[in-house]
T-cell receptor, first 115, second 112 residues
Framework: AQTVTQSQPEMSVQEAETVTLSCTYD???????LFWYKQPPSRQMILVIR??????QNATENRFSVNFQKAAKSFSLKISDSQLGDAAMYFC????????????FGTGTRLQVFP | SQTIHQWPATLVQPVGSPLSLECTVE??????LYWYRQAAGRGLQLLFY??????ISSEVPQNLSASRPQDRQFILSSKKLLLSDSGFYLC???????????FGPGTRLTVT
């Protein structure tokens, strides 16, 4: 079974600085998708970025980018030019291409942004 | 554009009482629908998913059940709540290839 591990329960960053959130996963599959979701205090989950395992190029969405290392099964999220509104819980998630399309989530990293 | 609604937003229920949480999606047809539960300080766990009306699969044996009486309506129910049913319940939908799931605002359930 697939698992997702986020080893940083909390991280902090100063406004305008860059922060990297870590995620590792375990799978025997070669094709899958990885996601980062943001959960602000409102608790609604918001999709931040998606990475297809078959793509070598790292995904980028504005200030958010990932470092996808398939061999190492690592999928970190880099937030550049951090803003106060980036403060939230961040969840890494795995989606298999087999069977159900359920998402398997890590336990999350709480990001604090200081002015 | 697509929107997803959940209600109620918060709910406090005594142990042994019934439960009904509702989720509806607008702006799309034949979505895949999902119920997740988030326990305090934890990630999300998939409870049920549905690929069509009356087509529901359960991921985790539990005290809960789900129904999909209409294409864009997904209901989470229980006949008798347990203390362990407390948590934050999120509904999500996906369309087409189902690669990305979009979440509703959630329901915070407290069982007392």
């Amino acid at each position: 079974a697939q698992t997702v591990t986020q080893s940083q329960p909390e991280m902090s960053v100063q406004e305008a600085e860059t922060v990297t959130l870590s995620c590792t996963y375990d799978t025997s599959e070669s094709d899958y998708y990885l996601f980062w979701y943001k959960q602000p205090p409102s608790r609604q989950m918001i999709l931040v970025i998606r990475q297809e395992a078959y793509k070598q190029q790292n995904a980028t969405e504005n200030r958010f980018s990932v470092n996808f290392q398939k061999a190492a099964k690592s999928f970190s999220l880099k937030i550049s030019d951090s803003q106060l509104g980036d403060a939230a819980m961040y969840f890494c998630a795995y989606r298999s291409l087999r069977g159900t399309d359920k998402l398997i989530f890590g336990t999350g990293t709480r990001l604090q942004v200081f002015p | 554009s697509q929107t997803i609604h959940q209600w109620p937003a918060t709910l406090v229920q005594p142990v042994g009482s019934p439960l009904s949480l509702e989720c509806t999606v607008e702006g799309t047809s034949n979505p895949n629908l999902y119920w997740y539960r988030q326990a305090a300080g934890r990630g999300l766990q998939l409870l049920f998913y549905s690929i069509g009306i009356d087509q529901i699969s359960s991921e985790v044996p539990q005290n809960l059940s789900a129904s999909r009486p209409q294409d864009r309506q997904f209901i989470l129910s229980s006949k008798k709540l347990l203390l362990s049913d407390s948590g934050f319940y999120l509904c999500a939908w996906s369309g087409g290839t189902g690669l990305e799931q979009y979440f509703g605002p959630g329901t915070r359930l407290t069982v007392t």
